[in-house]
């Protein structure tokens, strides 16, 4: 990430888009694990690729950019629904040994991988 | 998966391994039949508590998805079978919770059978299906990749 400078837009984040340095940044923990990650994404509609990998003459390469579907939006919706429904009375949902997966806070649960 | 049918699995799983031609049992003296019989009652008891645990999950879907909707489990099954495309998504949807642990998975899932029965309409069921299908196969990381990209 040397080509990161004070004021440089390369990680500047559009909304409803993310490229693989971002994803990187905010879940350090999927380091070298992008590749594998993305496209399960995309084989379910929820995210399409907008800005394949590129690399020019000069600079840094470009990495790649997703942006979510209308599909992934209607879905985000919903877990976003899931969790306030958890939050809001977790003791109606008796699961022993389970736990959060998709709708915790990045990072909120990573003790107990 | 039933507890009639774990036991079955689990004579065939270790069969395999202990009849097999690289034996995983270990040498000295639980080898040979004490071995396979150790072996064999170790994994009847861990199917018989999966095989516990898959139904415990489905009925816990069903049952959050019919008091949502405010309805008897039947009568949400049946309200589902009228739908197109409905009796398919309930069982697509409680085979996946059978394999799901985490609970935000499980509560997504019963919501779509929830909507489903409530709105009726063969969009709903096309949505709650793709849904249903990535909830169950995706795991946390993609998840948080999903969220990150929101």
């Not at chain 1, 003791?91 to 959060?100: E, H, L, Q, T, Y």
């Not at chain 2, 064999?40 to 516990?52: C, F, H, I, K, T």
């Not at chain 2, 935000?104 to 919501?111: P, R, W």
Request: aromatic share 4%.
């Amino acid at each position: 990430m040397t080509h990161v400078e004070v004021g440089d837009l390369t990680y500047a984040k559009v909304p409803g888009q993310i490229n693989d340095g971002q994803l990187e940044l905010v879940l350090p923990w999927i380091t070298g694990l992008v590749d594998p990650l993305m496209p399960g994404l995309e084989r379910h509609g929820l995210i399409e690729l907008v800005q394949p990998e590129a690399q020019y003459a000069a600079g840094p390469p470009r990495g790649r950019t997703w942006r979510i579907t209308p599909f992934g939006t209607q879905a985000l919706e919903r877990l976003r629904e899931v969790g306030a429904l958890l939050a809001a009375d977790p003791d109606k949902v008796p699961v022993p040994g389970s736990r959060s997966a998709w709708t915790s806070k990045p990072g909120s649960d990573r003790g107990q991988l | 998966m039933t507890d009639d049918r774990a036991p079955d699995l689990a004579v065939g799983i270790t069969s395999g391994v202990v009849g097999g031609a690289v034996s995983l049992t270990p040498a000295g003296p639980l080898g040979g039949a004490a071995a396979a019989a150790v072996v064999d009652a170790g994994v009847r008891a861990v199917m018989r508590g999966l095989s516990r645990r898959f139904s415990q999950r489905s009925g816990h879907v069903l049952a959050l998805a019919a008091k949502r909707a405010r309805l008897a489990p039947q009568e949400l099954q049946e309200r589902l079978a009228q739908i197109p495309g409905g009796e398919e998504l309930l069982i697509r949807t409680l085979m996946a919770a059978a394999s799901v642990a985490a609970e935000d998975k499980l509560v997504a899932l019963s919501l779509a059978l929830a909507r489903t029965a409530t709105e009726g309409t063969e969009t709903e069921v096309t949505f709650e299906s793709q849904f249903v299908a990535a909830v169950s196969d995706l795991g946390q990381p993609t998840g948080e990749c999903f969220r990150a990209s929101g």
